[in-house]
Nanobody, 126 residues
Framework: QVQLVESGGGLVQAGGSLRLSCVAS????????MGWFRQAPGKEREFVAG??????????YYADSVKGRFTISRDNAKKTVTLQMNSLKPEDTAVYYC?????????????????WGQGTQVTVSS
């Protein structure tokens, strides 16, 4: 069982930066691939970024809409996954969710993820 708690959301002007963090409970954090998803009002939840689990080389994946602007990273010792968001745009406004899946690979679809955080609001003003 894993519990995920996100933090770091807020209001920022376009072009600004935010850093989201997700802290996990449990003893097997390094066994989980981790992902960030987001959901804007009236839209479906979408994949933002993902990172493979620990134990070797880490691989990260990004949605095309955030590639080059967002960076995902993890610290298995601290049971934390971070999403650094730069050059934010109004269209990045959404509730951002951290998710964990018991997998050696990263999936971009929600149904593969076993655990979810409660979400943190990110609002980018123009």
């Amino acid at each position: 069982q894993v519990q995920l708690v996100e933090s770091g959301g807020g209001l920022v002007q376009a072009g600004g930066s935010l850093r989201l963090s997700c802290v996990a409970s449990g003893r097997t954090f390094s066994s989980y691939a981790m992902g960030w998803f987001r959901q804007a009002p009236g839209k479906e939840r979408e994949f933002v970024a993902g990172i493979t689990r620990g134990g070797g080389t880490l691989y990260s994946y990004y949605a095309d809409s955030v590639k080059g602007r967002f960076t995902i990273s993890r610290d298995n010792a601290k049971k934390t996954v971070t999403l650094q968001m730069n050059s934010l745009k109004p269209e990045d406004t959404a509730v951002y969710y951290c998710a964990a899946e018991v997998s050696a690979v990263v999936h971009s679809t929600q149904r593969h993820y076993d655990y979810w955080g409660q979400g943190t609001q990110v609002t980018v003003s123009s």
